[in-house]
């Protein structure tokens, strides 16, 4: 069974505008952490964000912030006032439980196009 | 503090061959994850080394093999190459401390077999 699905079809957006990225994930474990990453047309993962599953508060960095709806196990990636670097694919992954394990089950990405 | 770097960057090999793609992490990192990209499964993980040991292992043929290094770099082999071998190979590392939540990703290594 998929733990990360991530549905959207390629998206364009307006530059400076803000974009939502949709992810919901499947577990029965309790603790895990969340992670977005971008993927770039170089290849490299860049990290952008981490969500555990006991923060009680959205984590944020920087024009990155995660959506943690945790009943329906949804973990949306906003981006705020897009920029012409931001074009990428966009990867939501998740690690089940915290200690001794850094496995990451990745969805199948979404690509997002900033148009100026 | 220098990245997680990986070596070579590209590489193309044929059927029936063997290659070892090599992976650095970031100093002070003790864990080292390998992943297998592709366009039809996407990302799939391969293994995971820490302190030298097979932590955690995907789904994966005994094709694949892998070891650590006592200085944390890590080395993953492909033996007898197949052409759905042909992928983007890209090696994680991750630390403890405030570092554990973050895995830092090496640029890749693009494997073409013929």
């Known amino acids: 069974a998929q733990k990360i699905t991530q549905t959207q079809p390629g998206m364009f957006v307006q530059e400076k505008e803000a974009v939502t990225l949709d992810c919901t994930y499947d577990?029965?474990?309790?603790?895990?952490?969340l992670f977005w990453y971008k993927q770039p047309s170089s290849g490299e993962m860049i990290f952008l964000i981490y969500?555990?599953?006991?923060?009680?508060q959205n984590a944020t960095e920087g024009r990155y912030s995660l959506n943690f709806q945790k009943a329906r196990k949804s973990a949306n990636l906003v981006i705020s006032a897009s920029q012409l670097g931001d074009s990428a694919m966009y990867f939501c992954?998740?690690?089940?439980?915290?200690?001794?394990?850094?496995?990451?089950?990745f969805g199948k990405g979404n690509q997002v196009v900033v148009i100026p | 503090k220098a990245g997680v770097t990986q070596t070579p960057r590209y590489l193309i090999k044929t059927r029936g061959q063997q290659v070892t793609l090599s992976c650095s992490p970031i100093?002070?990192?003790?864990?080292v994850s390998w992943y297998q990209q592709t366009p039809g499964q996407g990302l799939q993980f391969l293994f995971e080394?820490?302190?030298?040991?097979?932590?955690n292992k995907g789904n994966f043929p005994g094709r694949f093999s892998g070891r650590q290094f006592s200085n944390s770099r890590s080395e993953m082999n492909v033996s007898t190459l197949e052409l759905g071998d042909s992928a983007l190979y890209l090696c994680?590392?991750?630390?403890?401390?405030?570092?554990?939540?973050?895995?830092?990703f090496g640029p890749g290594t693009r494997l073409t077999v013929l």
């Open positions: 994680a590392s991750s630390g403890l401390g405030q570092g554990y939540n973050e895995q830092f």
């Open positions: 577990t029965s474990d309790q603790s895990y952490g």
């Open positions: 969500q555990g599953s006991y923060d009680e």
């Open positions: 992954a998740m690690r089940e439980g915290f200690y001794g394990n850094n496995r990451l089950a």
């Open positions: 100093s002070g990192h003790r864990s």
């Open positions: 080394y820490f302190s030298e040991t097979q932590r």
